[in-house]
């Protein structure tokens, strides 16, 4: 699953250059509606940084134009992989990050990463490796369980 809950759509990121010119940062407003080609990110607590495509209660909403969003999401998802975000967390008792420093932060990968696709499908397909982990772990977990059962039935 991603970090919104969905699970990995896999659209795959064309080929030719994203333009990435201009994204808006601002807080979300639960009475307001976002854009189509816009997503969430998490502004306070642990998770400061992580994308969603579904509001949550503290968040910011980027929105970008519809080819460069997928590109966005994954920019800020490896920015908050990462920890980037975590360095400029203030607040004691519920760390949070001001919109200008996410704003810069963002703004920052943009212009260095935005043109460079590979890193972002390299990124995407290591998601999909760990989902398939992931998915396999579970499936031996539940073997575990029912031989455990089995083992426990013939005892008894």
């Not at 509001?55 to 490896?78: G, K």
């Amino acid at each position: 699953m991603l970090p919104s809950g969905k699970m990995f759509q896999g659209k795959k990121i064309s080929q030719k250059k994203c333009c990435m010119q201009t994204f808006s940062l601002k807080s979300h407003l639960p009475d307001r509606a976002a854009q189509p080609s816009a997503f969430f990110v998490q502004s306070r607590g642990r998770n400061t940084g992580r994308p969603s495509y579904a509001p949550r209660r503290n968040c910011y909403v980027i929105a970008c134009q519809e080819q460069d969003l997928s590109v966005t999401y994954w920019l800020v998802y490896a920015l908050w992989k990462s920890g980037h975000f975590r360095r400029n967390l203030q607040g004691t008792r519920t760390p949070y990050i001001r919109v200008g420093h996410m704003r810069h932060l963002i703004a920052r990968a943009v212009r260095r990463y935005a043109h460079e696709l590979e890193p972002v499908q390299q990124l995407q397909k290591t998601l999909q490796s760990e989902m398939r982990l992931i998915r396999e772990l579970d499936r031996v977990a539940r073997m575990r369980t029912v031989l455990l059962a089995d083992l426990i039935d013939h005892i008894a």
